[in-house]
C-alpha cells in the first residue's frame, strides 16, 4: 500500500507561482503518476501526468504554465505551476496512476 501526502498549496495571487509537492510512503520508481485537481461544483479532472521514465502531458488548459517532475530517490512528484489563473483554483490530488491510491489534496486559489 502506498500512501500520498500533497503540500505547497496556498492563496495566490493571478499571475504568481506555487509549487505542490507529493511524497509517497514508498518507492514509486516504477510507477506512472498524476496530478489531479477539482473545482467547487466540478468533477475531478485530470491535470498532468508523468510516467516512471518521466514524461509529461498536460491539459491543454496548463500547457506552458505547469510543469510536473519527479525525484525518485525522494519519492516524491513535484508540480510547479506558473501564471496561475483563477480557474486554477481547486484542491490538487496527486494520484498512483492506474491505482486506488490518492493523496489528500491540498488547496490552490488564485485570487486578489
Known amino acids: 500500500q502506498v500512501q500520498l501526502v500533497e503540500s505547497g498549496g496556498g492563496l495566490v495571487q493571478p499571475g504568481g507561482s506555487l509549487r505542490l509537492s507529493c511524497v509517497a510512503s514508498?518507492?514509486?520508481?516504477?510507477?506512472?503518476m498524476a496530478w489531479y485537481r477539482q473545482a467547487p461544483g466540478a468533477q475531478r479532472e485530470l491535470v498532468a501526468t508523468?510516467?516512471?521514465?518521466?514524461?509529461?502531458n498536460y491539459v491543454d488548459s496548463v500547457k506552458g504554465r505547469f510543469t510536473a517532475s519527479r525525484d525518485n530517490a525522494k519519492n516524491t512528484v513535484y508540480l510547479q505551476m506558473n501564471s496561475l489563473k483563477p480557474e486554477d483554483t481547486g484542491v490538487y490530488y496527486c494520484h498512483v496512476a492506474g491505482s486506488w491510491y490518492w493523496g489528500q489534496g491540498t488547496q490552490v486559489t488564485v485570487s486578489l
Open positions: 514508498g518507492s514509486i520508481n516504477l510507477y506512472h
Open positions: 508523468i510516467t516512471s521514465g518521466g514524461s509529461t
